[in-house]
């Protein structure tokens, strides 16, 4: 497996060389390869985290579990199962090996959410891999919870934003007391997905609108200081999960049923966009979900997740289990 995505991958190296070839991005220096794959088609990975010892923490929307995978060896773990949900979406770090994870009821054919089904559970990994999932708060009222990111950190608890993208707002959630309230909300705002937080901006995917933006933020309240600001709106790329480069000039992005990862230039006015790995018919990397970034030392690693192409089979046909892959940038 590894042989056969080097060779295709050196294959297309001279093409990326050139699609790259502007200031401030790097060609990725080696291959990417696979971390962890499951056994069968169906699964689905949704979100991933970073755990203190740069292992991941991951979702799964296919069944109500949390998984931790070893990067280094290339295994994987159920930690926890959340049987209050059918999926499971969007993950935050809240504390030490402590998430908040986002569940509710979806139909995965058609992603319609079960109105009324969402719940945001906190998640504490032990130093076995074990974990424990606690319910901080049933959200009744939301329409499709997806992105959660942690927001602001006091002595006594932590916030995080969570995305509605039924009803294009963006819900504050206290994890200790379990209160919520809605901060944001905005036409702008419908179908939003992905969040992060970044240099007092809330960035977003909107994935069925096909957009990426940000939003600045009152950093004691959570309320828009300012109005929405589209960065990329290319009716060509499908806009998902989500990273931000630590240094704020790059945004990477998994591209859902085009089967690549893009970067978006955050610092040029026009925000070009590459492809720096995959592509439509590229069996690579089926059905990248999101993306998340680890700074180990000088290197940088992205790792992408996927859901084997279920939503959209490559070239009409190809699925495969989800996986964990990994790129050196
Ligand atoms: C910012 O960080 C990203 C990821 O490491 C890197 O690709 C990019 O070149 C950096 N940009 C600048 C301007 O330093
Ligand atoms: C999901 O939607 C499809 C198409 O409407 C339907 O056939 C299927 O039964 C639904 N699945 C669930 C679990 O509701
Ligand atoms: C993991 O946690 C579950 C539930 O608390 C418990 O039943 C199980 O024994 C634990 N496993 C390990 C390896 O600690
Ligand atoms: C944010 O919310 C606070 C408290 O409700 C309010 O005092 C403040 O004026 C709001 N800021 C903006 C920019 O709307
Ligand atoms: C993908 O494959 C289809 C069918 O073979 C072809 O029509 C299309 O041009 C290909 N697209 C790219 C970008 O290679
Ligand atoms: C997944 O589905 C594809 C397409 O039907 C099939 O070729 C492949 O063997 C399946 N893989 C597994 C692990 O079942
Ligand atoms: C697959 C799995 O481990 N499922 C378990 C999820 O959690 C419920 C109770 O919390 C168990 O009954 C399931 O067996």
């Keep these: 497996m590894r042989n056969a995505i080097s060779l295709l991958s050196s294959a297309v190296l001279p093409l990326l060389a050139i699609a790259s070839n502007t200031p401030g991005f790097r060609v990725a220096e080696t291959s990417p390869f696979t971390v962890y794959q499951y056994s069968e088609n169906g699964t689905w990975i949704a979100n991933i985290a970073n755990r203190p010892n740069n292992d991941l923490v991951i979702t799964r929307t296919d069944v109500p579990e949390v998984w931790t995978i070893n990067v280094d060896e290339g295994t994987a773990q159920l930690a926890t199962n959340i049987s209050d949900a059918r999926n499971l979406i969007g993950i935050s770090a809240i504390d030490d090996d402590e998430y908040v994870v986002i569940g509710g ?19 504490t990994i032990d130093s076995d891999n074990n974990a424990t999932a606690c319910l901080i708060a049933a959200i009744p009222e939301a329409g499709f919870l ?34 919520y309230s809605i901060v944001i909300q905005d036409d702008g705002l419908s179908g939003v997905n992905n969040l992060h937080m970044q240099n007092k ?19 004691e309240q959570g309320n828009a200081t300012g109005s929405i600001e589209i960065i990329l709106d290319d009716q060509n790329l499908v806009t998902d999960g989500f990273a931000l480069a630590p240094n704020g000039s790059v945004a990477f992005m998994a591209t859902f049923t085009q089967n690549s990862i893009i970067t978006i230039d955050l610092d040029a006015d026009d925000h070009p966009t590459n492809v720096i790995y995959g592509g439509i018919n590229s069996t690579d990397i089926a059905g990248p979900t999101t993306v998340q970034f680890v700074q180990n030392g000088p290197w940088g690693t992205l790792y992408i ?16 289990p989800a996986k964990i892959a990994g790129v050196y940038l």
């Design 105 to 123: 009821n979806l139909n995965t054919t058609t992603l319609a959410p079960e109105i009324g089904s969402f719940s945001a559970w906190k998640v």
């Design 146 to 179: 997806h992105g959660v990111t942690t927001f602001q950190k006091t002595r006594d608890t932590v916030y995080v934003l969570i995305a509605d993208a039924v009803q294009g707002a963006i819900y504050k959630l206290d994890t200790t007391s379990g209160e």
């Design 201 to 219: 901006h809330l960035y977003f995917t909107a994935t069925q609108k096909k957009i990426f933006g940000r939003v600045p933020v009152d950093l």
């Design 305 to 320: 997740a996927t859901n084997g192409g279920q939503t959209a089979p490559v070239g009409g046909s190809f699925v495969e």
